[in-house]
């Protein structure tokens, strides 16, 4: 019986431990987030831009327009393909073909077929009808 009991016992502080550590592995990355800086190429040579400041990007074939708090927007030549991978791991979520959104923005989402995100700088954002569903997953599971 007291083997039984402690079998279960560290089957509950493993549990714990592993919560915890999840826990402290989200607040890292969110921390990491506000220090974290991309280098955008740029016309005029490279810009550094803080992940944190970008609200969303838009695609338009090889090229990416980033919307930022600074409300201004810089079109780089690199698709949204790239800035998908480079951006998953820190909040951002594909809702569209063409538009990558930072989930931290978002100010309410329209139901509709697909639906549709509203985000902090007044801008409207479709959400594809087969992307929905992972859509509002990722968003519950978010704080």
Known sequence: ??????????TIEQKDFKQKFDLLYANFKQLSLHDKK????????IEFIPVSSIIRCESDINYTTLYLTEKTKLVVA???????????DYNFF???NSHL????FIKSYNKGKGGSVQLIDGSEVEVSTRRKEAFISKVMKSD
Not at 5 to 10: L, V
Not at 78 to 88: M, P, V, W
Not at 101 to 104: A, D, E, T, Y
């Open 78 to 88: 690199k698709t949204l393909k790239e800035f998908e991978e480079l951006l998953t």
């Open 101 to 104: 959104i930072n989930l931290s």
């Open 94 to 96: 594909r809702v569209h």
């Open 1 to 10: 019986m007291k083997l039984a009991i402690d079998k279960f016992s560290d």
């Open 38 to 45: 991309i280098a955008v190429p740029t016309l005029s040579g």
